[in-house]
């Protein structure tokens, strides 16, 4: 499972932040809401412009078409006229065709569909070269709808769509139609024109299928590109009820442009046979220039402002962490014991109450230190006069029951029982008397450590022989883990170490149930010597574990079990590990034994 650590976060960073967010957040947010204004306008306008610009092109090309279409009208009315002298109606084709200046074929043809008389500016065309159209679009849509403007195309590399218009007589009645091919070049100068008045604004006009039928570069339109693949031309493709599209896309050449596409004849005015969109794009660096530039002065204004704010933000914050600081120093002070620090805080102000009420507190504990010193020299040196003064009789004592334990054979059952448990209890007040006195010398520096060259195993081996009686009492199984390579030396008071070591394997058989089990093993980790003892006794409440090795102190569950001991056995062990440079620990579980841990640096001297 992995562990998340939350970083501490200073007092200083933390009046910074809020300080300069609080100066900073709302001109950044009404900067931000006014930037996003400005460029909605921005291309509201642009769009209207290019909506302008694309409806005077389509108006263009709306009067250009009326204007040839209302020329085949008046042929149409002249021509039933002259239908009866076929040379004049030829002479009055030719007339038409040439004079137009868009026209480049115009065709007669009858109710039936059949060409009457064909005019082209290039071919000559004999009676042999005419033919039947009554099956053809353009004439049954004349049919249908009175006119017809036909699909743009290409004819001998020159780009053309078709006008018709219905011919009828006084009466109304249907006599024919007139068709004419005209030059489409002039859809390219209406988007060539709209180029030259606005260098940035580009015009072009696609059928439905996407294909350019008029450009400002010819080029495109011969080579018949297709710009389908932009997405105002799919939206326009996919839409059929769409009359006006607006996008901002990448273009062919992948420059970034808004668009605005208007479809051609949207009031359906003309019979078409296709649907047109005239489109007028402007680069999205120039519509929304002055967008950027105002964003631009906007981000110099945000971080000037961010810079004073900043400034401020780090005045104020040192103004109130710096004391906090001075308060932190001497907390760090007076928790490592010195009481002598005074706290130096001048701000006017709460800080400085708070730092004189600091000074009062130091004072206070400095009092209270010097009395707890002085009852704690009183009491050691209680307690080692109490433990010397019942060494002596306690020694008698044990000489007296010893010289009786020589007289067992005369004595009665119930006197022997009755030496046995004065003994014990005698022995057990003995070792309670030298633990105080071994607590006595180690609070008053009076422990002397005498230091020799030996074996770990030596030590554990002595403890082991000596604790035989009371492992086999309760059959408690002994297992001494050796390491295969030899172990250092280490450098220890023999006596010092044999104690410790005998209190843990004491404590362990004093706290395992009958037929548990010890296992003692001694290694070199690193630069030292780890012996660990291991037992399937009744282990440490978690509850416990914080106190275990205080002076004292026995565990609720110890007590339960054995209600003797002084509970100062791991308060020797650890002090006398300490004081020969090694750590101990332990890991314990309740109900399932405990392993102690000790460390002897290989070469601590």
């Known amino acids: 499972m992995k562990t998340f650590f939350v970083r501490k976060i200073s007092l200083r960073a933390k009046l910074i932040i809020p300080f300069v967010g609080i100066a900073v957040l709302p001109l950044l947010l009404v900067t931000f809401i006014t930037i996003q204004n400005l460029q909605a306008v921005q291309r509201e306008q642009t769009n209207d412009l290019s909506r302008l610009a694309a409806q005077e092109a389509a108006e263009e090309i709306s009067a250009f078409i009326s204007l040839h279409l209302e020329v085949l009208k008046n042929i149409g009315t002249v021509h039933p006229e002259f239908a009866g ?22 065709a007669l043809i009858d109710q039936n569909g059949r060409q009457v008389v064909r005019k082209n500016l290039v071919e000559v065309i004999t009676p042999e070269n005419l033919i039947d159209v009554s099956g053809t679009e353009e004439f049954q849509r004349v049919l249908q709808d009175g006119s017809y403007v036909g699909p743009f195309l290409l004819s001998r590399g020159r780009p053309v769509f078709v006008l018709a218009r219905e011919i009828r007589g006084v009466g109304g009645d249907f006599q024919g139609a007139i068709i004419a091919q005209v030059d489409a070049r002039t859809l390219q100068d209406v988007v060539t024109k709209l180029l030259l008045q606005e260098e940035n604004i580009h015009t072009y006009i696609v059928n439905q299928e996407g294909r350019v039928i008029a450009h400002p570069d010819i080029s495109e339109v011969l080579a018949e590109r297709n710009f389908s693949f932009l997405a ?17 896309y990448e273009n062919e050449t992948g420059e970034t442009v808004l668009g605005t596409g208007i479809l051609f004849n949207a009031n359906k005015e003309l019979s078409m046979a296709e649907r047109w969109l005239i489109i007028v794009e402007q680069p999205a660096t120039v519509a929304l220039a002055p967008v950027r530039e105002i964003t631009q002065f906007s981000l110099l204004v945000l971080g000037l402002a961010l810079i004073i704010s900043f400034a401020g933000a780090i005045l104020i914050a040192n103004s109130f962490s710096r004391p906090i600081r001075e308060l932190q120093k001497g907390a760090v002070q007076i928790g490592l014991g010195n009481l002598d620090y005074s706290f130096r805080v001048h701000t006017n102000d709460e800080l400085q109450d708070l730092a004189s009420e600091f000074n009062k507190m130091r004072l206070r504990l400095k009092e209270i230190r010097a009395r707890e010193e002085n009852l704690s020299k009183l009491k050691s040196e209680f307690v080692s006069i109490v433990a010397h003064q019942l060494r002596t009789p306690l020694s008698a004592l044990k000489w007296g029951l010893a010289l009786l334990d020589e007289s067992k054979p005369r004595l009665k ?4 029982e009755l030496l046995l448990k004065m003994t014990v209890s005698n022995e057990r007040m003995i070792r309670l008397v030298n633990d105080l006195l071994d607590v006595a010398r180690i609070e008053e520096g009076r422990f002397v450590y005498k230091k020799t060259e030996i074996d770990v195993h030596a030590i554990i081996k002595n403890v082991l022989d000596a604790t035989k009686i009371a492992r086999d009492q309760k059959q408690i199984t002994v297992i001494v883990e050796k390491q295969k390579l030899l172990l250092p030396q280490i450098f220890v008071d023999k006596d010092a170490l044999t104690l410790a070591v005998q209190n843990l394997v004491e404590n362990a058989i004093q ?10 093993h001694a290694t070199r980790v690193n630069n030292t010597v780890q012996v660990s003892l291991r037992d399937s006794g009744i282990g440490i409440a978690k509850e416990d574990q914080s106190r275990i090795f205080s002076k004292f102190f026995r565990g609720a569950q110890a007590v339960r079990l054995e209600t003797e001991g002084s509970g100062l056995g791991l308060f020797i062990v650890k002090n006398i590990i300490e004081a020969h440079g090694g750590k101990i620990w332990f890991d314990s579980e ?8 000790f460390t ?3 070469s601590y001297t």
């Open 85 to 106: 002298d076929p040379v004049i109606r030829d002479i009055l084709l030719e007339r038409f065709l040439h004079r137009s200046g868009a026209f480049l074929d115009i």
């Open 232 to 248: 105002l031309i799919q939206e326009f493709m996919s839409n059929q009820a769409a009359t006006e599209i607006t996008q901002t």
């Open 413 to 416: 059952k119930e006197q022997t």
């Open 511 to 520: 706290y395992t149930p009958q037929y548990g089990t010890l296992e003692i």
């Open 590 to 597: 309740q109900g399932k034994g405990t392993t102690f841990y």
């Open 600 to 602: 002897i640096p290989v």
